[in-house]
């Protein structure tokens, strides 16, 4: 059963840091591109980081591009975001995607990827 369970959300101030954890299970998480996305309250899903399986290159939007940064630990199956210099319009809920067949032009579409957690919230506050 494919699973991705992340955590490390929560309220915080703007400026502050969060360090934002997903255990991956079920797949083969050492060949899979995994990434972070984002929704806001009426706001459709948007990508915010990724790493590519089989160079290790990180990609990130533009909007955290400097603040954020995503990392790997394929021995425990975890993709770390650690944010930092939050500001209010990082505020919502993260989803940590991945996929093992994904094609590198579609590396920015949410709906590309084969599975995905359930969210943990980011709030910040000004």
């Known amino acids: 059963q494919v699973q991705l369970v992340e955590s490390g959300g929560e309220s915080v101030q703007a400026g502050e840091s969060l360090r934002l954890s997903c255990v991956a299970s079920?797949?083969?998480?050492?060949?899979?591109?995994v990434a972070w996305f984002r929704q806001a309250p009426g706001k459709e899903r948007e990508f915010v980081a990724a790493l590519w399986r089989s160079t290790g290159r990180t990609y990130f939007a533009d909007s955290v591009k400097g603040r954020f940064t995503i990392s790997r630990d394929n021995a425990k199956n975890t993709v770390d975001l650690q944010m930092n210099s939050l500001k209010p319009e990082d505020t919502a809920v993260y989803y940590c995607?991945?996929?093992?067949?994904?094609?590198?032009?579609?590396?920015?579409?949410?709906?590309?990827?084969?599975?995905w957690g359930q969210g943990t919230q980011v709030t910040v506050s000004s």
């Open positions: 079920g797949f083969a998480f050492r060949t899979a591109t």
């Open positions: 995607e991945a996929s093992n067949t994904l094609i590198l032009s579609s590396l920015r579409t949410a709906q590309k990827y084969a599975y």
